[in-house]
């Protein structure tokens, strides 16, 4: 029977991958009214939109079939 050394290379990627995340919230910081009043805009837009969308497409296979 033998032991396997431990793979350091896995470690090591790791390692390197939790120093890029410990970066990426280093930098976010919370954004300003005025910058998530216009995300909130901008995604709500998108909801209306695909729902419109999605909508027309309803009501077009409902009338087709007449």
């Given amino acids: ?31 300003t009214r005025e910058e998530f009043t216009k995300i909130a805009t901008v ?6 939109v695909v729902g419109l969308i999605g909508f027309l497409i309803y009501e077009f296979f409902i009338v087709l079939p007449h």
Avoid: C, Q
């Avoid at 350091?8 to 280093?26: A, C, N, T």
């Avoid at 995604?43 to 209306?48: E, S």
């Fill in 43 to 48: 995604a709500a837009a998108g909801v209306l």
């Fill in 1 to 31: 029977m033998e032991i396997s050394k431990p793979d350091f290379k896995v470690d090591i990627l790791h390692e390197e991958l939790f120093r890029k995340y410990l970066r990426v919230i280093k930098l976010a910081r919370t954004p």
